[in-house]
């Protein structure tokens, strides 16, 4: 055998091995500045304006109506609340052109009616029902069951301990203190899914609210050992009201609780839901002004201008609180991409492209979840979001979604490999589902 042959191939692995690690560090590149990045704001959004009425906040269940008939919309009173709704809605569960092998993603879409605002389905490869762990995506769930479970009005000066309630909820989706939210989200979610109880948080998706059919899907969980606990043990709603809220001192407290690998649990852990239960959840909270037959019992006004703003908080990683400051740029970036496919090649930011489109009249508010899961030999991201866009000269535009991605291998570079496939899932779903409402 000639010599070079052993050299030629010693070559070719130093080659391999030096592409791996350049790829292994773009991939953490993308999870980090990308994925994990700080959010971008609105233009002239005033966050130094705490109160409900501020002219920058902006609330969803904005009022469509239409003088002609849109088929292509469903009311609420028109496929009802009561069960099989999934069946009566407007639906078209293959309607983004993406493979279930790059990932899963529902949309629901608000458009105009003569009998006020409906609702569109929009999926792709019929992934709507398929089970998936949601991650830290599932937060602010404990955070609005806890709420809701209370049933008190909350403000800017609502604390629970001696921290800002605005504080908390801004910490669960920036991940970064904030105020004297210490930042460990995986802790203040505990507590909040401590406080709710995981039996009334599961029938939530079951017969107490959303009755999906999946009996599948439910809210068994934690986010970790340790639970967040407020010194002292009250929530004090405001200078005249104080409310002794009881709590699990530890999730394993709940006789609801489920081990993550408990024996009805499966791959998928112990709070498995869909994309199409994720998003109904989030779109029910987010219309709570609007749509009266789909509210949350016990979850008010004020809880939601606390979720989505996080009313009375400090400055975490962006001066903004609640959904409002949750981290990624995923999502900002496609929508830009779809409203101005040329607005990367001419070095413009996804800002500010949606400040043109909107004058400054958008709101993204996000919460990610993502690990590495040992269980399923696999990395994963999640996005719920809900998204307000108000065009200078077109209607307004505003949909409620929820993504998931998923690659081989259990590694923080797994997790930002999984999170370019959900960076060209949302690219193909924005793109079209912003140009197929503008065809119209």
């Not at 191939?9 to 030096?18: I, K, W």
């Not at 991940?175 to 709710?196: E, L, M, R």
């Not at 703003?309 to 995923?330: C, K, P, T």
Request: charged share 20%; aromatic share 10%.
């Amino acid at each position: 055998m000639p010599r070079t042959f052993p050299l030629l191939l010693l070559s070719v692995c130093v080659l391999f091995a030096f592409s791996v690690l350049a790829n292994e560090q773009s991939d953490l590149d993308f999870y980090h500045n990308v994925f994990s990045a700080p959010p971008v704001l609105p233009a002239g959004y005033d966050n130094d304006c705490r109160a409900s009425d501020c002219p920058g906040k902006i609330m969803p269940g904005i009022s469509m109506l239409s003088d002609k008939a849109n088929p292509e919309y469903v009311t609420v009173e028109q496929s009802g609340t009561g069960a099989g709704w999934e069946e009566r809605v407007a639906s078209n569960w293959t309607f983004f052109n993406i493979p279930a092998s790059l990932g899963k993603v529902l949309v629901i879409d608000y458009g105009p009616t003569p009998s006020g605002t409906g609702y569109r389905y929009l999926a792709n490869a019929n992934t709507q029902n398929t089970l998936y762990e949601p991650w830290s995506s599932s937060k602010i769930m404990a955070f609005a069951g806890a709420l809701a479970s209370v049933g008190a009005d909350v403000n800017a000066t609502s604390m629970v301990g001696d921290v800002m309630m605005g504080d908390l909820i801004t910490s669960i989706n920036s991940y970064a203190p904030a105020g004297k939210a210490d930042g460990n989200s995986n802790a203040i979610a505990t507590y909040f899914a401590n406080v709710a109880g995981r039996g009334y948080l599961t029938g939530l998706f079951h017969e107490k609210w959303l009755r999906m059919s999946n009996p599948a899907i439910r809210f068994r969980g934690a986010y970790g050992p340790v639970a967040f606990k407020p010194e002292p043990s009250v929530w004090q709603l405001d200078s005249g009201t104080q409310l002794n809220v009881s709590a699990f001192t530890e999730a394993g407290d709940d006789p609801f609780y489920q081990g993550y690998r408990c024996d009805e649990c499966g791959l998928t852990g112990n709070k498995p839901m869909t994309t199409l239960a994720q998003a109904e959840f989030l779109k029910r909270l987010v219309t709570h002004g609007s749509e009266p037959h789909t509210r949350l019992p016990g979850f008010r006004e004020s809880h939601l201008e606390m979720l989505l703003y996080g009313d009375g908080h400090s400055n975490s990683v962006v001066d903004a609180g609640g959904m409002q400051a949750g981290i990624g740029v995923l999502l900002a970036r496609a929508l830009a991409k779809a409203i101005a496919p040329g607005y990367l090649e001419s070095g413009e930011s996804a800002k500010s492209v949606l400040d043109k489109f909107t004058a400054g009249n958008w709101r993204i508010f996000q919460k990610i979840g993502a690990g590495p899961s040992e269980t399923r030999g696999q990395s994963e991201t999640v996005l719920l979001a809900h998204v307000v866009l108000l065009p200078e000269d077109e209607p307004p535009r505003e949909f409620t979604l929820a993504v998931q991605t998923e690659v081989a291998g259990d590694s923080e570079a797994g997790v930002g490999r999984a999170g370019k496939k959900m960076q060209q899932v949302l690219d193909i779903s924005m793109a079209q589902l912003l140009s197929a409402k503008s065809s119209e």
